[in-house]
């Protein structure tokens, strides 16, 4: 069985016992958090957090891109959220790579030209999250009274720390 068969076949049992048609779009604790698609984050039991609690925001890096950004405007403004919390973490892939090496390598595997591709490497996690949280605070389009805080996920330790953004 297929990856895409195992997961329709799991729907089938969670929707005859499903029990969540009674959450609002709204997101309950009124918080957004912008992340890595990493799959060793599971934000639920990292954060303590229930289905319905949180708006979840998920790209390779946990950054602030044009279309994160997008995001985080609809969801402070029509959905109510009042704090965002960016959360990158430790051993990222794309601390593994640069730009550059990446186009180039995309360009000989693909046969295209990837040269206009932007991937957002970085090497510094702290200096990359502090980086999202200024690009957030600094967006004209979300609140100035929304609370903005930046962590950083230790993939060994399972602890989260709080990077200090100016």
Not at 4 to 28: D, I
Not at 82 to 109: K, N, P
Request: glycine share 6%; with cysteine.
């Amino acid at each position: 069985m297929g990856v895409f068969e195992e997961m329709l076949a799991h729907n089938k049992g969670y929707a005859e016992s499903f029990s969540l048609s009674h959450l609002q779009t709204p997101p309950v604790r009124r918080i957004v958090i912008l992340t890595c698609m990493d799959s060793r984050m599971d934000l639920e039991q990292l954060l303590g957090l229930s289905v319905g609690d949180a708006h979840m925001i998920r790209n390779a890096g946990g950054l602030a891109t044009d279309d994160a950004i997008r995001s985080l405007i609809l969801s402070t403004h029509l959905l109510a959220t009042r704090a965002i919390a960016v959360i990158q973490h430790t051993d990222c892939g794309l601390m593994s790579i640069t730009d550059d090496e990446f186009r180039r390598r995309l360009s000989i595997e693909c046969g295209r030209d990837a040269s206009h591709l932007v991937f957002h490497a970085f090497r510094d996690v702290d200096q990359n999250v502090s980086a999202q949280v200024r690009r957030i605070r600094e967006n004209p389009f979300l609140p100035k009274k929304i609370e903005v805080r930046g962590f950083v996920y230790d993939v060994k330790s399972g602890r989260l720390k709080e990077v200090q953004a100016p």
